[in-house]
């Protein structure tokens, strides 16, 4: 599990990799919500490009980072889904208030 | 129902050992030739289930999850997942998409809803005090190799 994080023009770019679940969250979560939450970026993306494995503890990272971002008018954004991330994201019905590109 | 084939595995309820227990799993289920689609979505079932153990079984407490995975006639997958931590007071309401009594944790509530689309069968049996089993099966399709 790793979590390499970045800006660019008001985007922190979050680009995670390894597997996600309960136990690797937890640390994502930590990594993500310090860098953020100094940030306060306009948009947070979320690139899964990396990740090998994700059950429904991806959710949970989602759907905390969305309310996150909401504390300040922030927006979230998720890059990068293996169509197997995509059938976790799919039964969780979160692409109603997460854009996913 | 036949076995063919059967891998039982004991872990401590260590959050580290979701891994181990989808990479138990997936080394045993593999004998089988599954499709990279049908091995995810074992994995990922699995995943949940062990998850639930640590996270409301034995709620910070440590424990141990029994892990049988049977390979039976016809290419069925058929996985138990057991602990003897706390049991589930409505099993009924606890298998509904969205409920979770650890929203802190920031679990979405999705745990069953995953093991119940990814897999064929799921079967969910708990006493108070004494524990939950969690039955799955999943019959493999054909395919060339």
Redesign the interface.
Known sequence: MKVNISSENGTAVALLSG?I???S?KNM?NEIDRFVISMQPECLAMDFTGIT?????G???I??RYKLMKEWGGQLEIRGTQP?IR??LK??GIERIVKIV | MEILNEMKVILPSHSVNEGAARAAVSSFVIQADPTVEELSDIRTAVSEAVTNAIVHGYRGMTGNIELTVRLLAEREIYIKIKDKGCGIPDVKQAMEPLFTTAPEEERSGLGFSVMESFMDKLKVTSKIGKGTAITMRKRLGVHEN
């Open positions: 597997e679940d309960h136990h969250a979560r494995f994700m059950d429904s503890s959710i949970g990272l759907i905390g197997y059938r976790v039964l969780s």
